[in-house]
């Protein structure tokens, strides 16, 4: 179950990031936790919230390291506080158009920014290979040479920022056969693109896209709030059992593409 927090202290809001997103302790039962909060207010699409919680949990399924994941509530009194301390007009108001239920990573501070173009040691070719499997998947273009939108820790890689995931919704024309990514261009511009040539999609990719049932997905959508824009769910949904229907053909294309 992805766990419900209570916003009750600020901290301040990110340098980095397009929607300015800002770190709050949070109350969750009797523990006290720091979140980096993507508030609603400054989000780019409609349905990011909805991107990041989905993609956070289908991460963790395909054993793809992200941040804890959490539903922070901000109350409209923390909101107004947050609005009249903060000496910055666009701040003000995506925190004010943020009350209610948000999207919250746990806050980690051991995690170093993974260099742009950086060789993938022999240790993490294989974690980097999910990840570039898992975002040829989930169609999310935002893992790029100029945003790399992972961190390391250690011989971990992990990794963060969804919200441009599942960019199919945005699309006119979305592919017929999504499974085939030898035409998707932003692979191209993957933050592993050029560091893995010669790697194969993992073998555990594979086997857990094959093995996805109906009944996760369900539990997946049980944990969305209904508050949240979830226009693209059912749309999100059809996607995965398509993609779980032709996995062999899609570990195929991944192989491929890393070449």
């Known amino acids: 179950m992805i766990p419900k927090a209570r916003a009750d202290l600020f901290h301040r809001f990110l340098e980095t990031g397009r929607t300015s997103p800002a770190i709050f302790s949070c109350q969750i039962s009797a523990l006290r936790a720091d979140y980096v909060v993507k508030l609603r207010g400054g989000m780019e699409r409609p349905n990011g919230s909805l991107c990041e919680l989905y993609a956070s949990m289908l991460a963790k399924y395909?054993?793809?390291?992200?941040?804890?994941?959490?539903?922070?509530?901000?109350?409209?009194?923390?909101?107004?506080?947050?609005?009249?301390?903060?000496?910055?007009?666009?701040?003000?108001?995506?925190?004010?158009?943020?009350?209610?239920?948000?999207?919250?990573?746990?806050?980690?501070?051991n995690i170093?920014?993974?260099?742009?173009?950086?060789h993938v040691p022999a240790?993490?070719?294989?974690?980097?290979?999910?990840?570039?499997?898992?975002?040829?998947?989930?169609?999310?273009?935002?893992r790029h040479f100029a945003n790399p939108n992972l961190g390391i820790c250690g011989d971990q890689l992990i990794v963060f920022d969804h919200e441009l995931a599942f960019s199919f919704l945005s699309a006119i024309f979305p592919a017929s056969e999504p499974w085939n990514i030898a035409a998707?261009?932003?692979?191209?511009?993957?933050?592993?693109?050029?560091?893995?040539?010669?790697?194969?999609c993992p073998q555990d990719l594979l086997e857990r896209l094959r093995n996805l049932s109906d009944a996760q997905i369900q539990e997946f959508a049980e944990q969305i709030p209904e508050s949240w824009d979830t226009d693209g769910l059912s749309t999100i949904e059809a996607h995965?059992?398509?993609?779980?229907?032709?996995?062999?053909e899609f570990a195929e294309e991944v192989t491929k593409r890393l070449a």
């Open 112 to 118: 170093s920014s993974w260099p742009v173009d950086e």
């Open 62 to 109: 395909f054993d793809v390291l992200v941040p804890d994941p959490a539903i922070i509530l901000i109350e409209n009194d923390l909101a107004e506080a947050v609005a009249a301390a903060v000496n910055h007009s666009r701040h003000a108001d995506i925190i004010r158009k943020s009350v209610g239920l948000n999207f919250g990573s746990l806050f980690t501070t």
């Open 240 to 248: 995965l059992r398509l993609m779980r229907e032709h996995a062999e």
């Open 184 to 200: 998707e261009d932003y692979l191209g511009n993957h933050v592993f693109a050029r560091s893995l040539r010669g790697t194969r």
């Open 123 to 142: 240790v993490m070719q294989e974690d980097a290979a999910r990840i570039f499997a898992f975002d040829a998947l989930i169609q999310n273009p935002d």
